[in-house]
């Protein structure tokens, strides 16, 4: 079966950066884009981009862009995702999910991993 | 960017009943590429309809999805005791894919 499992936990203070990672397991890495979605507390899900696992390249909302860089290791189908110059705005849960149909029919994503919340505190 | 609106805030309705949830975009979602997800806390997001009308793998029948350009409704027809939980529109027409503040189904 499909399973994202994603690192555990990180608190860091602001201008720092954090790494998240997404290891993947069940289906065909390399077939399929990974988005990437962070939900803070008492808000709505706030999408940041996306990655293609089959060539590597990467769309990222520009809101995030220069901070935000995703990556893939077909190697051991792990997708990271790395936040630089944090500030306390960025506490919040960050998920990565596979997208629903392959080689990036839709941006739909279908399974998502189960969040891992990185804390921004001084 | 587009903005998605949900409706209500809060459902409060008894396990049977009918629930209708409503998602109006600022602009026209290309393709009808309209998504409903459920979330429960503590748990990842669960895909139930994507393409605003087609359910997702393994959804029961109960959960349908209609609508199309700026307007989209997630129908639950009969609620069971697992529906109560937070729910969210996403569209992923146009970048950046946007979702909506969702909407909570509770028992009344």
Redesign the interface.
């Known amino acids: 079966q499909v399973q994202l499992v994603q690192s555990g936990a990180e608190v860091r203070k602001p201008g720092a950066s954090v790494k998240v990672s997404c290891k993947a397991s069940g289906y065909t890495f390399s077939n399929y884009g990974i988005n990437w979605v962070r939900q803070a507390p008492g808000q709505g899900p706030e999408w940041l981009g996306w990655i293609s696992a089959y060539n590597g390249n990467a769309n990222y909302a520009q809101k995030f862009q220069g901070r935000v860089t995703m990556t893939t290791d077909t190697s051991t189908t792990t997708a990271y995702m790395e936040l630089k110059s944090l500030r306390s705005d960025d506490t919040a849960v960050y998920y990565c999910a596979k997208h629903l149909v392959a080689f990036a029919g839709t941006l739909v994503s279908d399974f998502w991993g189960q969040g891992t919340l990185v804390t921004v505190s001084s | 960017e587009i903005v998605l609106t949900q409706s209500p805030d809060t459902l409060s309705l008894s396990p049977g009943e009918r629930a209708t949830l409503s998602c109006r975009a600022s602009q026209g979602v290309a ?1 009808s ?1 309209l ?1 409903w997800y459920q979330r429960k806390v503590g748990q ?4 139930l309809i ?2 605003a009308s087609s359910r ?2 393994g959804i029961p029948d109960r959960f349908s999805g209609s609508g199309s350009a700026t307007d989209f409704t997630l129908t639950i027809s009969r609620l069971e005791p697992e529906d109560f939980a937070v729910y ?1 529109c ?1 569209q ?1 027409g146009s ?8 909407t909570k189904v509770e028992i009344k």
């Open positions: 393709g590429y998504a990842a997001p669960r895909l994507y393409d997702a793998t969210y996403q992923y970048l950046p894919l946007t979702f909506g503040g969702g």
